[in-house]
């Protein structure tokens, strides 16, 4: 049974970092793209970053883009998203997701493997 988990959240003070990791079971997560995804309670899920499955191309969104950063490490079968300089409005749950695109999206409805998702508070 295919399995993504999600790990890493926590309470981070603003200017703080986190690595929320990502950690497949039941999938080779190399031969898929990978999404992660955010929701702030009262809003909708949105796009956070990808990274595509053929040559680990990573793209951001707008709003984090320059702070975080997606990698993968295919031999321990996992996709990172690392997250500094973390800001107040950061604060949501966080979820992986996996497509097998080789061009991965940033529409949710596009990806067919989802995490339990991982609560991240930025927080003084």
């Known amino acids: 049974q295919a399995q993504l988990v999600e790990s890493g959240g926590g309470l981070a003070q603003p200017g703080g970092s986190l690595r929320l990791s990502c950690a497949a079971s039941?999938?080779?997560?190399?031969?898929?793209?990978v999404g992660w995804f955010r929701q702030a309670p009262g809003k909708e899920r949105e796009f956070v970053a990808t990274?595509?499955?053929?040559?680990?191309?990573?793209y951001e969104a707008d709003s984090v883009k320059g702070r975080f950063a997606v990698s993968r490490d295919n031999t321990k079968n996992t996709v990172y998203l690392q997250m500094n300089s973390l800001k107040s409005e950061d604060t949501a749950v966080y979820y992986c997701?996996?497509?097998?695109?080789?061009?991965?999206?940033?529409?949710?409805?596009?990806?067919?493997?989802w995490g339990q998702g991982t609560q991240v508070t930025v927080s003084s």
């Open positions: 997701a996996a497509d097998q695109r080789s061009i991965p999206t940033m529409r949710p409805i596009d990806y067919v493997y």
């Open positions: 039941g999938l080779t997560l190399s031969s898929y793209s």
């Open positions: 990274i595509s499955r053929i040559d680990a191309i990573s």
